[in-house]
């Protein structure tokens, strides 16, 4: 029998003030201040009694002496039945309530308070954290900011307080409207000292420049989580003042850090991130161009290419963080049907980025994907290579704000890739009229040469340049889905871009020149742009899919177009990257000279 009596569900509350306790375990059943309480409720102002509970286990009345809010809603009574749980505002208390059949837990008084914060602009929940901690979470945010902010006392599981609710009862306050200076100060603060334009090396995510000395190491022990700009739900970054034996830097707590970040946005630098030479690729295109199917692709086809023609691995320097493009790589190359092939588009907002701080401000940076390349029997003289999946608006002119830095990689590049779409252009399209590519009926507006003057005045406006000087950046112009479109060309096929063991850059001058001359014809103004920016330019035919993609009707009932994985054969896809490669790094790829 006491098996089963274990089993009943019962009614538990908790005071969230103090962290007090109590299950119900006959009626009547009073709650408040009074000495004779069942439950009694200490500290602050409370009157005699709160509420009076009467009923039975399958169904809880519950009374209070004046109206409170119950779940949000103004009420003087409500019911409890197994399964629930109430969120309860009172003469100033707070009280929460749950009708269930755990109740061990709720049988033990005085234990500190702990909350979490669902956060919907996020969508996630902090971790727990005890009320000091909570009211500094709240002293970072606005009104505003806090509107549908959701917090949920210790042992609750579904039913919390607004953070409107808790600010009286609490003491929260919330940052005042325009004491935005005060929290980027307190982030500029942080690296107070360390020059972002000069430096040994430069961050992969936030793009300035730091010493090795001013790296910062990522605590270990559990009880440094909460990094005072990044957040409670990150371990905390420091400067390095103890080591063990084997050089490794110690955390507060004595435990090896070796994990290191970097100093201006604090994000986890890739592994062996000081010990090799890193290349930022900077793919630039406009919405919807194809960037998330092109980089899909070409990671695909350097593993194989480079090891197979020069003996060269192409691997994840960071297996962890290049999770989603491996996704969307096995997702395109795995796929049964072209449902099951579509990439989403890029958003801005979306996986592919993350917020952290840069120049005083949180602010949305695409995520790096990283990969190490190098020779088996020489990998000291390995180096990494650097991508990002942007957004297309990120490289519209009105995108280039201090708010959305996320395309600023473009003026750190080693080279620069700009995927032009010809089936967005008017002119190409007219050419194209007799093609059954499903996207010459979509009507979009074609703004890619505006994109590329874009390129051209941010670069130079982050690098201080005049606007008569040109880079020396390599620029490749890569045409894509030529299936469609390379006919216009003439009958000659291109010219193999690998001969040998070597890359032919007389080859890649060939074909630059006739994809140049066919531009120069449709679209000048593609040519006109980007012999603006560089003085090392090269034209590419280059299609990913290799094949017209097909409509399709999602679950959604929604008209899709996607690629059918039965079709998928790409076309000269890596030859963009063994030209910059073999101009980046020529002792790893070799190259014959154009003469």
């Known amino acids: 029998m006491s098996g089963k009596l274990k089993s009943f569900s019962k009614l538990c509350i908790l005071d969230c003030l103090t962290g007090a306790r109590s299950v119900v375990e006959k009626t009547p059943f009073t709650v408040g201040s009074n000495a004779a309480a069942d439950f009694r ?89 005890d009320s000091p901690a909570l009211a500094a979470k709240i002293s970072q945010h606005t009104e505003a900011e806090l509107e549908g902010m959701v917090v949920l006392p210790t042992l609750m599981e579904s039913m919390g307080f607004f953070i409107r609710d808790l600010q009286g009862p609490l003491a929260l306050m919330p940052r005042p409207p325009g004491a935005e200076e005060g929290l980027a100060g307190e982030m500029e603060a942080v690296d107070e000292g360390i020059n972002a334009e000069y430096g040994e090396f430069t961050c992969p995510i936030c793009w300035f420049k730091f010493d090795r000395g001013d790296a910062m190491n990522i605590a270990v022990h559990a009880s440094l989580r909460g990094d005072p700009v990044l957040g409670e739900e990150k371990m905390q970054r420091f400067h390095a003042t103890r080591f063990n034996d084997r050089g490794q830097a110690l955390d507060a707590m004595g435990m090896p850090s070796p994990d290191l970040a970097c100093p201006h946005c604090r994000r986890k630098m890739p592994p062996g991130f000081m010990d090799s030479v890193h290349h930022i690729f900077s793919i630039v295109g406009a919405p919807s161009s194809g960037k998330s199917y092109y980089l899909s692709v070409l990671v695909k086809l350097l593993q194989s290419t480079l090891f197979q023609k020069f003996r060269i691995t192409f691997r994840d320097a960071d297996p962890s963080e290049n999770v989603i493009l491996t996704q969307m790589k096995t997702q395109l190359f795995s796929a049964g049907s072209p449902e099951e092939a579509f990439l989403a588009k890029t958003e801005l907002e979306g996986s592919l980025y993350e917020s952290l701080p840069r120049q005083g401000r949180k602010v949305r940076l695409p995520k790096p994907f990283v990969f190490r390349l190098s020779q088996p029997n020489a990998p000291e003289s390995g180096f990494s290579i650097v991508f990002y999946d942007n957004a297309g608006e990120h490289f519209e002119p009105t995108a280039n704000s201090a708010d959305s830095p996320g395309a600023q990689h473009i003026a750190v590049a080693s080279g620069i890739f700009f995927l032009f779409d010809p089936l967005h252009n008017s002119e190409f399209r007219h050419k194209l009229s007799d093609i059954s590519d499903p996207q010459i009926q979509s009507h979009r507006l074609d703004q890619q040469d505006v994109i590329l003057a874009e390129t051209e005045v941010r670069m130079k406006s982050i690098l201080g340049m005049d606007p008569r000087q040109r880079v020396a950046t390599p620029l490749a112009v890569m045409v894509g889905k030529c299936d469609t479109w390379m006919h216009l060309l003439g009958p000659e096929p291109l010219e193999p871009v690998i001969q040998g063991n070597v890359v032919s850059l007389a080859a890649i001058n060939a074909n630059s020149a006739r994809v140049r001359a066919l531009l120069l014809e449709i679209c000048p103004a593609i040519v006109a742009n980007a012999e603006a920016i560089s003085s090392n330019v090269c034209y590419f035919a280059i299609s990913p899919l290799g094949s017209s993609p097909v409509e399709f009707e999602d679950r959604e009932g929604h008209v899709r177009i996607g690629p059918d994985p039965k079709l998928i054969k790409p076309r000269h896809v890596e030859e963009p990257t063994l030209w910059v490669l073999a101009q980046t790094s020529p002792d790893v790829i070799p190259s014959e000279p154009d003469l």
């Open 41 to 129: 409720l200490e500290g602050g102002v409370c009157p005699p009694v709160v509420c009076t509970i009467m009923g039975n286990r399958l169904a809880y009345d519950v009374r209070m002496v004046s109206p409170g809010t119950v779940d949000g809603n103004v009420t003087d009574a409500f019911q409890m039945a197994p399964g629930q749980e109430r969120s309860v505002v009172i003469q100033g208390r707070l009280l929460a309530f749950k009708h269930t059949t755990e109740s061990d837990g709720w049988q033990h008084s005085g234990q500190p308070m702990s909350w979490r914060v669902y956060d919907p602009a996020h969508q996630g929940w902090s971790a727990p954290m």
